[in-house]
Each structure stands twice: as C-alpha cells, then as structure tokens.
C-alpha cells in the first residue's frame, strides 16, 4: 500500500468517524466518507483490546496486503476498526471478508481483478 493511500493524521481519524454513519460486517466497522479527492485512503485502527503491539501490527500488516490487491475507486476515504474475532480468523477469511464488505460500499471498481 502506497503512503498517498494511508490516513495518518488523529485528526483526519476523528473528524471521518465523529461525522458518518458506520457500517459493520462480520469482524470490521467501517466509517465512509465521499470527496472529490483523486485518490482513496484508507486507515486502518486496531484496538489494544485484540493484543499485543506485535500483534496489532500483524493485523495491520496482512489488511494492507488485502486491500493492495484491488483497484478502488478514488473519491473516498475510509477507516477500517478491526474486532476482536479477526484473532481466530485465516488470511483467506480475512480477505473474503474485507472483499465482500468493500463491495458492499461500492469501493471497488467494476473490473478490479486481483493483480
């Protein structure tokens, strides 16, 4: 995932989950706003209620190789929480998931095969 594509700032994180619905799928709560940016960004928050740092860290790591598989569609920005069940899930599980929620939202563009 490339750093253009990565919200960083706590305050870009507030201000997108304190002014939109969520919208929650199995073990993810996703927060979606629309812009007329021409690039997405997603950030991903993995609370310390799951684990350790080490393992945070891997959650965030194998989300960011999921979600760098697809095209998206480049007018939004969008925080991923990540509950407590993505500790018993596999890789495969997590990304069938994360695939069906993201189509969902409508974030993924119409041809995005794997690359």
Known sequence: MKKINIVKNSR??????KNNKSFKYK???FY?????????????AVPKKIGSAVIRNKIKR???????????KNDFNCIIIVGKGILTKSFEEM???????????DLL?????EK
Do not use: T
């Open 12 to 17: 870009d994180f507030d201000s997108i989950i």
């Open 27 to 29: 073990d993810y709560i």
């Open 32 to 44: 979606v706003v629309r812009n007329i940016s021409s690039v997405y960004k997603f950030g991903i």
């Open 62 to 72: 194998r989300i960011k190789s999921i979600l760098d598989k697809k095209d998206y």
């Open 95 to 105: 990304s069938n998931n994360l695939y069906d929620a993201l189509a969902k939202l």
């Open 109 to 113: 563009k119409e041809n995005s095969d």
